[in-house]
């Protein structure tokens, strides 16, 4: 705990002998002890209070002392949230091809862009289990735009004119429900399949719109922060816990689909306590680590990225029981499997680089 530090001030005199200045002080000291009843001095100039005095507002919420994270869960409770997901993904020659000049045809490359604002309302513990809320999600605004070589062939945000047939015009308003958990975990997605007819098509947008609502981009938007669970305990600056993300690659005009699903293993460390006017909130930051693959034999198998680069940093409310805000950064490079193998299987010499960046943020106004 790091509690107010205070400099306590003396008189110095020669042993046994006073000047008639200090004798002057120490006289009109003792009236004023006795004329105010040997009132303490000043808070700001006095030394830390008895155990037994309670602690003044400010002082509580920047003391670095241990905390807890934990969710509200109170039924009724809303909150809204922006949540900003960006990825590129894009081929990559050999470099030797590269300053030889051997190919000079631009290599595939997409970027997709999604914002998604929401309110998330809690309707109470999940059915025979109090660790577990169940939430109403209602989606109240929709912004996508993919690019594909440079130029976008995709675009749509309700906040000004839009198509009214897009499908992605008719995720407004749609609802679903998700159970989350005290770490911030989403087990299960319910009641999707109005949001999901609503925007089934044959076009590449309704086909984009129907990602929106599938549900791992449901758990990734709900589940981005992993809290410190009931065997980590309380925390203090500089403390560290686990957590887990999942992500799947893929390698846009190739026909390959997905390059495979890799995982990664966070390392959450809280900085701080900070006091705002919203509450006492922790600051956090992460990096982040493939996890190895296990073999069929049982053998651990290093995970076959030519480059990682993950991380990220977030703000929980500790009074409010909430997050404020998240960010994160992915940058990964893989072999791209050669056509017709697997994604494990034979290489063709080039690479594939993907990168996702996602961040969140509290709307509401407290």
């Known amino acids: 705990m790091i509690g107010a530090r205070f400099r306590t001030f003396r008189f110095c005199t020669t042993p046994g ?3 008639v200045s200090a004798l002057f002080v120490l006289v009109a000291m003792l009236l004023v002890m006795g004329l105010c009843g040997c009132a303490p001095l000043p808070r700001q100039e006095a030394g830390p209070e008895p155990p037994a005095a309670p602690a003044e507002p400010n002082e509580t919420a920047a003391r670095a002392a241990t905390v807890i994270f934990s969710l509200e869960f109170e039924p009724g409770t809303k909150t809204r949230y922006r949540v900003t997901t960006e990825a590129v993904t894009a081929l990559e020659d050999p470099e030797t091809a590269v300053q030889d000049n051997a190919s000079t045809a631009p290599l595939p490359k997409m970027s997709e862009a999604s914002e998604v604002v929401f309110a998330q309302e809690i309707l109470g513990p999940a059915p025979g289990d109090a660790n577990t809320a169940v939430a109403l999600v209602t989606i109240e605004q929709v912004r996508y735009v ?7 062939d995709l675009a749509f945000d309700s906040r000004g004119p839009a198509d009214p047939n897009s499908p992605f015009a008719r995720l407004i308003g749609q609802t679903y429900t998700i159970e989350i958990n005290l770490l911030g975990y989403v087990p299960g997605v319910f009641n999707l399949a109005p949001a ?4 089934r098509g044959p076009t590449p947008a309704h086909a984009a719109a129907l990602e929106l609502v599938s549900p791992p981009a449901i758990f990734l938007r709900h589940g981005f922060f992993t809290l410190p669970g009931p065997d980590v305990g309380s925390l203090t600056a500089g403390d560290r816990w686990r957590g887990l993300q999942q992500f799947t690659l893929k390698a846009p005009a ?11 293993e966070k390392i959450y460390r809280m900085e701080r306590v900070e006091q705002r006017p919203t509450g006492a909130v922790a600051v ?5 680590s493939p996890v190895p693959r296990r073999a069929p034999d049982g053998r651990l198998v290093e995970v076959p990225l030519l480059s990682c ?4 940093s977030g703000e929980f409310n ?10 994160e950064h992915l940058e990964v490079r893989t072999s791209l499997p050669a056509p017709g193998s697997s994604a494990s299987g034979d290489l063709d010499g ?3 680089s993907a990168t996702r960046f996602c961040r969140v943020q509290r709307l509401d106004r407290d």
């Open 17 to 19: 002998r006073l000047s």
């Open 146 to 152: 993919r690019t594909s070589s440079g130029q976008p």
């Open 196 to 199: 999901r007819l609503a925007v």
């Open 254 to 264: 190739t026909g390959l689909g997905p390059l495979g699903t890799y995982r990664f």
């Open 284 to 288: 956090v930051d992460f990096v982040g």
């Open 309 to 312: 680069l993950y991380g990220g």
């Open 318 to 327: 500790l009074d409010a029981g909430r997050v404020e805000r998240y960010v």
């Open 350 to 352: 080039r690479s594939v």
